[in-house]
């Protein structure tokens, strides 16, 4: 009940300040036309340019190394200068590991030392932070619906990343519902059947502003009754540091692992350019959804998402898929060596 | 946001305030502070330490003011330099001679153009404008339709066919220019600052239209990459401007200054929610307060402005000072309120508020404000303009109508009493010797908008701890137990 407070303290505020205010300025008052709106919807989607030199992940290690270079050459096997130490500091912090996370890979660095070189030896480190179970669980219960459930903050690409995790699960042979969990956001229905569309997938959705919980029921309903392999249900995006909005999570999640679905995997949706508000995100969904993996987007950009470093190391949550582009074949499975050293380079 | 940083600096200064003489030593030890800080709240490492040696250089060269303690030199040199690096003063949006007036948003895949695109059509038109809209994001399925659902919630028109998006762009303007709408919003498909050909593309849109205003539009929370992004796109497309959105993300907002520290352009305007109203120009040296922990009540006041009935609202005050202040008048003022936005949102532009108010002020939502209307209306007129009457009998009716429990049906009567004791106090006590409590308050309000939100206004300490012993009450269990009660008994000795 603060809230009576928080309303009582705006009131005042707000109320004189306004009696202050309010003989020195106009209001501008607009009054709202509401016209009827020209009614063409796009559903045909312009086709994208291809990129043959598309810069991914591979391309990126193939590509400069000037920092990782700059560790490597200062390599005095054994004891550590101040100014090695600080050079690895520098790349830790501009890949978005983070204050704590470097502190401590640094103090490993110390007590450890670096017989192999300070290069070989930050990248053990790094590896010996992701050495979680990165293996993605596709099947359920006897009798029961396996469901992948995604979650995240707003635009972080978790419709797209259904999308292409459709694409793959319909190449592999399996037959998928999709869930189209997002009523909030305008027109997210529509960009999840655009997906549906394109790889054969099922989908339930519903209108704008309905019940997550209960589209996401009747997408297991239609699973059931299809004997779909997999439903991947997408959530609204939403605040991390939101109670009600949790909660609701919460509850999605609770219906999705009722009879007959099974919740196999919740996947954190995480954007690569995204920089230590991540771990709080990935603190509260924890909590709230219990999360068992990160998919970690647009990591073709110039980002190079180091964050997970941290979340992987302080809350045990392994990344699991990583999205290189927009192709549906963008999306690939996570290889920490591959991360490391694109992590390492710059 | 920015509560981490707000929080270290606040330590240092008290850390700091206790010595004589700032040593070198000292200095040093506080930059290391406001440097973790810095690098914790996203900052990117080069902007700190242009920002590092800037400090240092006005601490050092500037004469120690003597009412300052060493402690509060560096944070006013912190707090100054934040002011400089966020832009110095606000950019002023000025509408071309011959309209329409054409603003291209730009920026990475999921920053929130869309969204920004309506908020920022709503702005134009709270200016008395006539905006439009050009969807030209072809890319994203369904981004033309997201910008078609929101444009209709504020009554405007939105272009776009599916040719390309050049051909988009320019058909949209043209058509805006028949139409007579004076400013003209383009909503492009999000990219990489590294994709040659998107980045091209988004070339030859400002060619074919050349915009009087181009905005990066940027998330708050990025990263360290924020740098690469802003100067990746200011090579390509000669900003005016950025937008930051998600500012209500629990972010520290450290790609403000990074992206602001490159692009040498200012940050024009700020999103800090999910309604269309979450949105208004960015004040640097306001933000900067902000970071300091400060609060912003000018925001504050401007976006009631612009949203409330400034009458009812004084009215409503003069009610509250008077102690005539009914259950009816509060629920007018929450509706007020709720218009203004979302209340985690407001709470953090208020001053004076503690880590633990806004803690708690981030977990009410709209479900809580909802709940509170439910008992309200659930009463009898005369039950809300006489709360005594309430009875055992009429709280479990109360309750039952409103679909909640006698417990928080007490628990709101309580409350309510307690607030407008508060209320009595502040017109009475705090501020004795003006007519009705007003003019005073009215002052510090004033004066409070001269110091740009430093000032906090009166009778704001009996109300914050007023919240600080509502606070318990949230408590399981009700914890009213040990608190002695005085005065106006309001709660009947028999409740179940």
Excluded: C
């Amino acid at each position: 009940m603060i809230v009576l407070w928080i309303v009582l303290a705006l009131v005042v505020v707000v109320a004189l300040a306004l009696a202050v205010r309010s003989r020195r300025r106009p209001r501008v008052v607009v009054a709202p036309e509401r016209e009827a709106m020209p009614d063409v919807l796009v559903t045909q989607v312009a086709p994208r340019p291809e990129i043959d030199d598309s810069p991914g992940l591979d391309r990126r290690l193939a590509s400069s190394r000037s920092i990782f270079d700059r560790v490597r050459s200062i390599t005095s096997a054994g004891s550590l200068s101040q100014e090695q130490l600080d050079v690895v500091e520098e790349v830790l912090l501009r890949s978005d590991v983070g204050v704590a996370t470097t502190s401590a890979l640094l103090e490993e660095l110390r007590t450890n030392g670096a017989p192999e070189g300070v290069a070989q030896a930050i990248r053990t480190a790094l590896l010996n932070s992701l050495s979680g179970d990165r293996s993605v669980r596709t099947s359920a219960d006897e009798g029961r619906v396996p469901v992948w459930l995604f979650v995240g903050v707003n635009g972080v690409g978790k419709t797209t990343t259904i999308g292409k995790l459709a694409w793959h699960e319909t190449q592999a042979g399996r037959s998928v519902v999709l869930a189209a969990g997002d009523t909030f956001r305008a027109a997210a229905s529509d960009q999840l059947q655009l997906w549906a569309d394109r790889t054969g997938a099922d989908i339930v959705r519903a209108d704008e502003g309905a019940d997550p919980g209960s589209v996401i029921h009747d997408a297991l309903g239609r699973a059931r009754a299809r004997n779909a392999d997999l439903v991947l249900a997408d959530t609204a995006g939403r605040r991390a540091n939101n109670t009600n909005l949790l909660d609701e999570l919460a509850k999605i999640r609770r219906v999705a692992d009722r009879e007959p679905g099974q919740v196999v995997e919740t996947f954190m949706v995480l954007d690569a350019t995204t920089g230590q508000n991540a771990l709080s995100q990935a603190q509260e969904f924890l909590a709230a959804a219990d999360v068992t993996g990160i998919v970690l987007t647009k990591l073709d950009g110039t980002a190079r998402g180091g964050i997970v470093v941290a979340i992987e190391r302080e809350l045990g949550i392994p990344v699991k898929f990583v999205g290189v582009g927009e192709r549906a074949k963008d999306l690939l499975a996570f290889e920490p060596v591959a991360f490391v050293d694109s992590l390492l380079s710059a | 946001m920015f509560d981490s940083l707000s929080g270290r600096l606040e330590r240092l200064g008290t850390s700091l305030r206790s010595r004589g003489r700032l040593s070198d030593a000292d200095l040093e030890e506080a930059l290391a502070e406001v440097r973790a800080a810095l690098l914790e709240a996203d900052v990117e490492l080069s902007v700190v330490r242009a920002f590092l040696d800037a400090v240092r250089e006005r601490v050092r060269g500037e004469n120690v003011a003597q009412s300052l303690t060493p402690g509060q030199h560096v944070i006013k040199a912190v707090h100054d330099q934040l002011v400089e690096v966020l832009g110095g003063s606000a950019l002023k949006v000025t509408y071309a001679s011959k309209p329409p007036t054409v603003v291209l948003l730009a920026g990475l895949q999921g920053a929130g153009k869309t969204t920004t695109a309506a908020k920022l059509a709503q702005w134009f038109k709270q200016q008395g404008r006539q905006p439009y809209l050009v969807g030209t994001d072809l890319q994203r399925p369904a981004a033309v339709e997201q910008l078609r659902v929101l444009a209709a919630q504020i009554g405007v028109e939105v272009y776009s066919d599916t040719t390309d998006p050049v051909a988009v762009a320019r058909a949209g303007v043209a058509e805006a220019q028949r139409l007579g709408r004076d400013v003209v919003i383009i909503d492009t498909a999000g990219r990489l600052a590294i994709d040659e050909a998107l980045m091209a593309e988004v070339r030859s849109i400002s060619a074919e239209t050349s915009p009087h205003y181009t905005f990066l539009v940027i998330d708050a929370v990025t990263g360290q990459d924020a740098v690469h992004t802003a100067r990746a796109f200011h090579d390509s497309l000669e900003l005016t401007g950025i937008i930051v959105t998600k500012l209500d993300y629990d972010a520290r907002g450290g790609a403000v200054l990074s992206a602001r520290g490159v692009v040498g352009r200012p940050v024009v305007f700020a999103s800090t929610g999910e309604k269309l109203a979450d949105f208004d120009l960015f004040h640097p040296d306001r933000m900067a307060s902000r970071i300091l922990g400060m609060g912003d009540i000018m925001s504050l006041i401007e976006q009631a402005e612009r949203t409330m009935d400034p009458e009812a609202m004084a009215e409503s005050a003069q009610k509250m000072m008077s102690g005539a202040f009914t259950l009816d008048d509060f629920m007018a003022q929450l509706n007020q309120i709720r218009k203004m936005g979302s209340l985690g949102g407001l709470m953090r532009l208020m001053p004076g508020m503690t880590k633990d108010m806004r803690d708690a002020a981030k977990n009410v939502d709209d479900g809580e404000l909802n709940k509170i209307e439910a008992i309200i209306r659930s009463m009898t007129p005369r039950e809300r303009r006489d709360p005594r009457v309430i009875d055992g009998s009429r709280r479990s009716r109360i309750a039952k109508g409103s679909g909640s429990s006698v417990a928080a049906v007490n628990q709101l009567l309580k409350q309510f009493e307690m607030m407008r004791k508060t209320m009595k106090q502040m017109a009475g006590g705090a501020m004795p010797q003006l007519p009705g409590g007003m003019g005073k308050m009215a002052q510090m309000a004033a004066r409070g908008a001269a110091a740009r939100g430093q000032a906090m206004p009166a009778g704001f300490e009996a109300l914050a701890s007023g919240m600080q012993s509502a606070t318990p009450a949230k408590a399981p269990g009700g914890g009213a137990k040990g608190k002695k009660k005085k005065g106006g008994r309001v709660t009947p000795p028999k409740q179940r």
